[in-house]
Each structure stands twice: as C-alpha cells, then as structure tokens.
C-alpha cells in the first residue's frame, strides 16, 4: 500500500499539534510558583495544577519555592560594646510571599539573604556590652528579626523567626566571669550570714530582756508577799506581846511564866544548832527551868480541865544564878 502525498502531510500537522500540546501545558507542583516570561520579560506566575501557556514564545522563567526555608548562618566572630570578642552563629527561617519579586528584586537569594542577617547580627550583637548580650537572647532575636525582616521585604521576602544558637566568649573571659560569679555568691553567703548573726543576736537579746522582766516582777512579787508575811507576823507579836502584858497587869503568874518558859527554851534551841559551835557551856539551875515548865502545866490544867480550881501551891518566878554552884552543861552540834 503506498502512502501518498496528502497522508503525510497529515500524519506531520498531527505530529505538529502534538508537539504544540506538550509546549503550551505545563504542571506546577505544590508549594512552588512559575514564573512566565514572554520574549524574555515576565507576564504572569503560574499556580499549582496544570497551566496553559503560548508554545514557543512564552517560557518559564525562575521556579520558586515558597515553602518555608531554614538558613544555617556560620560560625562569626564578634566584637562587642566593652572591646570583648565572642564567637556567634545563628539560624533563619524565611519564606517567599512574592515569586516574582525574589526571582528579579535580588540575584542569588539565599547568598543575599545570609550576608543580610550575618552583618545585622555584628551590628546588634556589637551595640550590646558582654553582660547583656549572655542575658538577653530574646532580645537580640527580636532586633535581629525586626530588621533583617525589614531589610528584606523589598524582595518578596518573609522572615519569620532568626536565633541566636551558641555565644562563646573566649577561654580566659570565661574563666574570669567564673570567679566573679563565685566572689559574688560568696558576698551574699556572707551577708546572708551576717544577717541571720545579727538576727539570731536580736532574738537573744530580746529573750533576755522578756527573762529580766519577769524575774523583777518575780522578785517584786516575792518581796511584796514576804513583806506582807513579816507584817502578819509582826501584828501576831505584837498582839501576843499584848496578851501578855496584859495578862502580867493583871496578875497572872502563870501567864510570866509561860512567856519566860517559852523565849528561855527557844534560845537554847538556837545555840544548840548553831554550826559555828560544837561544844557549849554554860551555868543554868535546873530548877528554874522546871519551874517555868510547871508554870506551863498550870496553865494547860486550868485550860483543857474541868474547871474547878487545883490546891497545888502556884510555882514562883526564878533566876539563874551564877557561881560555883553552876552546873556545867554539854550540846553536841
């Protein structure tokens, strides 16, 4: 069978058209935009899904991701406010709003965006001194992230988040900011510790001042009850002293006796337990001590007997007497 002129024309337009389908539809995957540039200047940016352009005069031009991104930024040494270098590196998370303004705004994007955000870290990091820049991170993010984003938006551009990773000041600094810190807390053990003597020295002092209080009105107290006792002991005397002289105004022997008897014992008593004295002697006439002793029964009948009146001669009032007739008298104490 011989294919003639006509079929082969046909079988090259259906080739043609063909070739042209494939040229004109192109398919963009999620999370990236096309952009579309027409005798090399851009006209449109193709969306996710199948797309229709003009077969051998439109193009693509730049294919950006617009997904967010993570820039690693190296290692930088810096110099801070008060002259001390420190060793710095950090991470940026950034992400394409406008396609079209990051494919022809800037060339080579990602090298753009790390020397924009590794100079803005020398300039915040190097406004700061040392002891600010170790304390304060989150500030040194936020600044970094306020201006590097700022700078830029010009180019479609997003950033999003920038961390500090690691600052290392170098040996010999650390190991100064060491014994700072340690002469630091030493400082404060010590005035907490002269704080809690001081303290401690407080409270005693008040104790003994609560304890000196008490034991004056302990010893007011005492005083003023034993001056009471020796008050009521003093109106028992005087109202004995006056029952007795009484008594002896009146008369009564007896009643002389008693007393005599009574002050006359209680002296002996006294010598006899003194703890200066061990041996005692002294002249007395047993008779008048007998005497006196039978005053004292007299007086006892007449009190707690039946009343009635004794024929028993009343005992006389004696004196010692002194002189070779003095009997010798020995108390052991």
């Known amino acids: 069978m011989s294919v003639g002129g006509m079929d082969i024309a046909v079988i090259a337009f259906v080739v043609l058209v063909i070739l042209v389908l494939f040229a004109g539809i192109k398919t963009v995957p ?3 935009r096309y952009t579309v540039e027409r005798f090399g200047r851009y006209t449109k940016t193709m969306e996710p899904g199948l797309n229709l352009i003009l077969p051998f005069i439109d ?7 617009v997904m967010e991104q993570v820039l690693d ?6 110099i801070t406010k008060d002259n001390a270098s420190v060793s710095a590196d950090a991470v940026a998370f950034y992400q394409v709003l406008n396609p079209a303004q990051a494919a022809y705004q800037v060339a080579n994007l990602e090298n753009a965006l790390l020397n924009l955000t590794m100079t803005n870290i020398r300039s915040v990091m190097g406004s700061m001194d040392l002891d600010e820049l170790l304390s304060n991170r989150d500030t040194i993010n936020d600044r970094l992230l306020r201006v590097v984003d700022e700078a830029a938006n010009p180019w479609g551009i997003k950033i999003t988040r920038v961390e500090i990773k690691d600052i290392a000041p170098p040996t010999d600094l650390v190991e100064a900011m060491a014994r700072q810190m340690k002469a630091e807390r030493e400082k404060r053990a010590q005035v907490l510790e002269a704080e809690g003597a001081r303290n401690a ?10 304890s000196a209080i008490l034991e004056a009105e302990g ?8 001056a009471e006792a020796r008050e009521r002991l003093a109106e028992a005397e005087a109202k004995a002293t006056r029952m007795v002289s009484e008594a002896i105004a009146a008369g009564d022997v007896q009643a002389i006796n008693y007393f005599v008897a009574q002050k006359y014992t209680e002296a002996l008593a006294s010598i006899g337990t003194a703890n200066n004295q061990k041996i005692v ?5 047993a008779s008048s001590l007998i005497g006196s002793l039978g005053g004292i029964g007299a007086i006892a009948r007449e009190v ?4 009635q009146p004794t024929n028993s001669p009343r005992p006389r009032l004696s004196t010692p007497r002194t002189g070779p007739a003095a009997s010798s008298s020995e108390t052991t104490s």
């Not at 020295?201 to 609560?210: D, F, N, V, W």
């Not at 010893?219 to 034993?226: I, L, N, V, W």
């Not at 707690?304 to 009343?307: K, L, R």
């Open 201 to 210: 020295q407080i409270l005693r002092a008040e104790g003994a001042k609560q």
């Open 304 to 307: 707690f007997g039946d009343g």
């Open 219 to 226: 010893q007011r107290e005492a005083a003023y009850r034993e």
């Open 59 to 65: 193009r693509i031009g730049a294919k950006m991701n």
């Open 30 to 32: 999620q999370g990236y």
């Open 281 to 285: 002697l002294m002249p007395m006439e």
């Open 73 to 78: 930024v190296p290692t930088q040494e810096v």
